[in-house]
């Protein structure tokens, strides 16, 4: 008989989405090079939104959600990866038009994949998971701009109470930067300067959209908000000021001008976590094990059993999860 494992699955019927926990055989799991038995995952924004059945990110049912995961190797038909070898997958739509992380087991395409990189183990994995990736790719797009520490001025990561923002963070203060940190909950103040934030930016002063030109700010923005934030901080940004852009929160309309690029030559720069090459990837893996503190990293996570997931998905679109939150998938 095959071996089974508990996932859960998501059936839509007559428009409606219903979740459940339900027991299911490896024969069910779809086609792919590796498969591997899940630890942990996490849930992010877009996991709440694939829960409650909002934005039509999932055309496919029976389906089971969880945008990444971390877990051990059981069989694979890539010379890359061997039973037992830990891996990490974020990305290639795994969770939306492929099975995810919510199962005990999944089967993937090795090249989804990355091995678990010296420094980290799978549950510190995921407690970065796909925020805190998006959060490093951020910060090396704003490196390649040339943005540095020894630059007069701040830093603005807007949403910083949220999984990306909170990583960011972290990875800035950690490599020198002066970190302005904006959020609307002031319960998390105290947090975000113990993860290193030198301001505290109320987000209610990004809210002006009625001038393309602000005074000069920011050297350097990651927003995880869109919309009207991030029109705002366009505004705000310094002479070849740099901002990495890698969420949608806020919606997907820029209601700005060309002016801040034509007149200040501020570069805006959007981050795909989704599909990302392997060399990046690993790098960006490689680098979150060596200058991610660690200490940050358990301050902002939270632990939840995969079968209490379902009200945290509620929680996470209200705004109300601080940091990250880690799912045990085997706790089911």
């Known amino acids: 008989m095959a071996e089974t494992f508990r996932a859960l699955v998501l059936d839509q019927q007559d428009k409606s989405i219903s979740a459940s926990f339900k027991t299911l055989s490896m024969d069910d799991l ?15 924004y877009k996991d709440g939104m694939i829960l409650n059945g909002l934005g039509r990110l999932v055309r496919t049912y029976p389906h089971v959600p969880g945008v990444d ?19 990490i ?7 939306e038009a492929h099975w995810g992380g919510y199962g005990q087991m999944a089967r993937v395409k090795a090249d989804w994949l990355v091995p678990l ?11 970065i998971g796909t925020a805190g990736f998006t959060s490093m790719l951020a910060v090396m797009a704003l490196e390649e701009q040339g943005v540095s520490p020894d630059q007069d001025g701040e830093v ?3 949403g910083a109470a949220g999984g990306v923002g909170s990583v960011a ?44 030109l602000l005074t000069e700010r920011w050297v350097g923005a990651i927003d995880s908000v869109g919309s009207t934030t991030l029109a705002h901080v366009l505004s705000e940004m310094k002479y070849h000021g740099v901002v990495s852009a890698c969420g949608l929160a806020g919606g997907p309309d820029l209601p700005a001008t060309v002016i801040p690029f034509l007149l200040r030559g ?31 990293l358990s301050a902002a996570t ?23 939150l880690l799912v045990d998938v085997q706790d089911c």
């Open 169 to 212: 963070v972290s990875i800035l203060a950690a490599l020198g930067y002066r970190v302005a940190a904006s959020t609307g909950r002031e319960e998390t103040h105290a947090y975000l300067r113990d993860l290193g934030a030198t301001t505290i930016i109320d987000r209610n002063e990004l809210t002006d959209t009625s001038r393309p």
């Open 89 to 95: 997958l974020t990305g290639w739509r795994v969770g």
């Open 69 to 87: 995961f971390s877990g051990q190797v059981v069989s694979s038909n890539d010379d890359r990866y061997k039973p037992a070898d830990e891996v």
């Open 302 to 324: 939270t632990k939840v059993s995969l079968s209490d997931i379902l009200p945290w998905g509620e929680k996470i679109l209200k705004g109300q999860v601080k940091g990250r």
């Open 266 to 296: 501020v570069k805006l720069i959007g981050i795909d976590s989704v599909m990302c090459p392997y060399e990046t990837r690993l790098r960006a893996w490689e680098r979150l094990a060596r200058e991610l503190p660690k200490d940050h």
């Open 156 to 158: 603005l990561v807007t």
């Open 30 to 44: 779809p086609d792919g090079d590796v498969l591997v038995r899940v630890n942990w995952s996490t849930l992010n």
């Open 117 to 127: 990189p010296d420094g980290l183990d799978g549950a510190q994995a995921m407690a």
